[in-house]
């Protein structure tokens, strides 16, 4: 958790608690579980607990709204970035709920949902009617999960709905769902860490056309571990050639040598709303 973000797409991030259970290929590698060990916390899987926070934590977002409220500006909020809110566990509820209730209480802050569950929108969201300032997301790393996810997305209200496409493990064709499909935001972003998958580009400039000719704002986030150029200073770094594509090769650079540019300059469109 925490004020001022590195996470590129948002300000702030709260968590309401630690923890999850994979669901899917782009759980495979996850960083939220890699860091959660690394403080000495096991906190992943059905069976194991979850770590929730004091009332002092809580109190962090309402500071962040009031000071986005003496700006006159707003501010994004990433919630939940080591968990997921609408894991279906029973003993998540009462800390939904008080969620819910900071949500409406902090009318300055756009609060970015992002879910791999989103078929339980209808059972977690609050049934008294919908918060202005939610901004509904869910994953879709490949072609299955959208086709799988972003209906279920689609069809709950929200003042934004958005796809993370990271990390990026194939195709998509998301033009259904963009503009007045639906989707009004696209992020996408290749897999870090030393076991990451390699993200192709042109599917990551695929994902950018399809915007553009849609007019949906399009983030791009990082190319990670792998990136489609030869680094800049000397040194050992390993190469490889994509499945059937000698053509494309790319380099293990690591996130920060990789950067996030694509096609000569950076992504950072955002959609704008009026509360």
């Given at each position: ?41 096991q906190l992943w899987g059905g069976k194991s607990e ?162 553009l000719a849609s007019g949906v704002a399009f983030h ?56």
């Amino acid at each position: 958790m925490g004020k001022n973000s590195k996470i590129e797409w948002t300000h702030h991030t709260f968590n309401p608690w630690w923890g999850c259970v994979k669901v899917s290929p782009a759980c495979k590698n996850c960083y939220a579980e890699t860091w959660a060990r690394r403080v000495g916390e096991q906190l992943w899987g059905g069976k194991s607990e979850r770590r929730f926070f004091s009332d002092r934590h809580w109190l962090e977002p309402t500071k962040w709204n009031r000071e986005a409220r003496e700006n006159r500006e707003r501010r994004r909020v990433f919630c939940a970035s080591m968990a997921d809110v609408f894991e279906a566990r029973a003993e998540l509820n009462p800390w939904r709920e008080r969620l819910w209730g900071l949500i409406n209480a902090t009318e300055c802050l756009d609060w970015l949902l992002l879910t791999k569950r989103p078929q339980n929108f209808s059972r977690y969201l609050p049934d008294s009617g919908r918060m202005n300032n939610v901004w509904l997301g869910t994953t879709v790393e490949n072609q299955r999960w959208a086709d799988e996810r972003i209906p279920k997305l689609v069809d709950a209200e929200s003042s934004v709905h958005f796809l993370s496409c990271e990390p990026l493990l194939g195709p998509l064709d998301l033009s259904p769902w963009l503009g007045a499909g639906g989707i009004d935001w696209v992020i996408a972003g290749g897999e870090s860490g030393g076991k990451a998958r390699p993200t192709d580009p042109r599917w990551v400039q695929s994902l950018r056309d399809q915007c553009l000719a849609s007019g949906v704002a399009f983030h791009f986030k990082q190319w990670g571990h792998w990136a489609p150029h030869q680094p800049s200073r000397r040194k050992r770094v390993k190469e490889i050639a994509l499945a059937g594509e000698s053509n494309i090769r790319l380099w293990q650079l690591g996130k920060k040598d990789a950067g996030r540019e694509l096609d000569g300059r950076t992504w950072d469109q955002v959609p704008t709303t009026e509360i």
